[in-house]
């Protein structure tokens, strides 16, 4: 193993204490019951105790749980995924219901296998939710679904109430860490969703410790804002694994608190940072910072009317 192969030791601001009360491990069991899978469990998530005992979000991962892609630096098993399960729409509703979530996040595995990429069941899982839930917050974070439009303008036709896209990591890094996927059609695929709908907010996340340069992370930051995306978050890249991507850099809080002060001065709406943000962070909080930025925004117009 060369020098910089070398495995490197996890800094003290990344240890997390874990609160597995009731309220978490009665989650947990209602999700295994439910035959229902979370992003929080499956990307081993540093948040999930904070999130589901305490915050009451969760992210919930439809269309199976084997991916088609074969990311490296993502832990959800890759396959061949089974068929598609028509029924699994109600049961999120129905546990997002039991829950008594105040904001859902509905994400999926890749299906490249899938004509449209899985818009459809997604549309559905939106319309369900709130159906039952009026007054849940609803965030959607599709892959790219082969960059095709019609299968975004599916999902967007549901109206949810933030669309999420992961651009994931730099330009230069991404063919090295984000299988099928392209940097320039993550950004088209968020240009669209605005243009879509352009009272929907758009998000993305960034990850950091692959090898990026600052120059490139403020080039991510450029190139999202000139596509119109309003929320950021940032957080650490953690190998999950030891077949995984090995980190190359522990940023520091410090660092984060830096390009969290950057981001708002680029004009995003919220940017959350940390060396725990995950992509779901605090979502319940975007929403809210979303709107008042909206409100601000409409308020200054008619100032200046």
Sequence with gaps: MTKKEEILRKPDWLKIKLNTNESYTGLKKMMREKNLHTVCEEARCPNIHECWAERRTATFMILGDTCTRACRFCAVKTGLPT????????????????????????????????????????????????????????????????????????????????????????????PRVRARAKYDRS????????????????????????????????????????????????????QPTRNHLLVEKYYSPEEFLELQQVAMSKGFSHCQAGPLVRSSYHADEQVNAAAKHKQLLGEQEAKEA
């Design 83 to 174: 068929e598609l399960d028509l029924q699994e729409p109600e049961r999120v509703a129905d546990s997002v219901q039991l829950m008594n979530l105040k904001h859902v996040v509905v994400t999926a595995v890749a299906r490249d296998d899938l004509k449209d990429g899985g818009a459809a069941v997604f549309a559905e899982t939106v319309r369900a939710i709130r159906r039952k839930n009026p007054f849940t917050s609803i965030e959607v974070l599709p892959s790219d679904m082969g960059g095709k439009e019609e299968n975004l303008l599916v999902l967007m036709d549901a109206l949810p109430d933030i669309l999420n896209h992961n651009i994931e990591t730099v330009k230069r890094l991404t």
């Design 187 to 238: 950004l088209e695929f968020l240009r669209r969703a605005k243009e879509m709908q352009p009272s929907i907010p758009t998000k993305s996340s960034l990850m950091l410790g692959l090898g990026e340069t600052k120059e490139e992370i403020l080039e991510v930051m450029d190139d999202l804002r000139a596509n119109q995306v309003e929320i950021m978050t940032i957080g650490q890249y953690l």
